[in-house]
């Protein structure tokens, strides 16, 4: 079974400082993962996917087959990046599941 | 174009009755996947469909189920409602569910057993 595990529930940083966002997860297979955002009174969107490599409002995120972690990075964080952000799992094969962590609610402080 | 639309928004339902809720996917997007989001438990898969026939299932009774049309919209059942179906549904499309496609959600549906 997958598991994904994000060990702060909330997180609060000052603007300008580094935010750290923790994701672990535990999968059998090869797994995809995705940081999923949702911003006060708005839906649940991607932010980021891993297989991308990509940066997406100066967040990035690596992916760590030997710690199985995929933690979220930002050098500076900007008070709009207040959110619930979710750490998320796609199982491969047939049955493609996409199982979410339960969230970490990061205020950035002005 | 038009994101994924799910109605209703909100309703307040007893104990007992049953419930339907409405996804309509993105334009062309033919997988539609559904989740319970409850503040205790978080955002819990309960299934996907694909082309009308469910292609996945989380862990949940037999009480919810669904199904998909042939325009890909998806509607999801839940019989003998419980205190404790009480959370936001919300539905997401792909285009395929398969391979490395994004997930689009709506706003989801704000149910409320009494």
């Known amino acids: 079974a997958q598991r994904v595990t994000q060990p702060e529930k909330l997180l609060s940083v000052f603007k300008g400082a580094p935010v750290e966002l923790k994701c672990n997860y535990s999968y059998s297979g090869s797994p995809e993962l995705f940081w999923y955002v949702q911003y006060s009174r708005q839906r649940l969107q991607l932010l980021l996917r891993h297989i991308s490599r990509e940066s997406i409002k100066g967040f990035t995120a690596d992916l760590n087959k030997g710690e199985t972690s995929f933690h979220l990075k930002k050098p500076f964080a900007q008070e709009e990046d207040s959110a619930m952000y979710y750490c998320a799992l796609l199982s491969s094969g047939s049955a493609r599941q996409l199982t979410f962590g339960s969230g970490t609610q990061l205020t950035v402080l002005p | 174009k038009a994101g994924v639309t799910q109605t209703p928004r909100y309703l307040i339902k007893t104990r007992g009755q049953q419930v339907t809720l409405s996804c309509s996917p993105i334009?062309?997007?033919?997988?539609v996947s559904w989740y319970q989001q409850t503040p205790g438990q978080g955002l819990q898969f309960l299934f996907e469909?694909?082309?009308?026939?469910?292609?996945n299932k989380g862990n949940f009774p037999g009480r919810f189920s669904g199904r998909q049309f042939s325009n890909s919209r998806s509607e999801m059942n839940v019989s003998t409602l419980e205190l404790g179906d009480s959370a936001l549904y919300l539905c997401?499309?792909?285009?395929?569910?398969?391979?490395?496609?994004?997930?689009?959600f709506g706003q989801g549906t704000r149910l409320t057993v009494v």
């Open positions: 997401a499309s792909s285009v395929s569910g398969t391979g490395n496609t994004e997930a689009f």
């Open positions: 334009s062309g997007h033919r997988s």
């Open positions: 469909y694909f082309s009308e026939t469910q292609r």
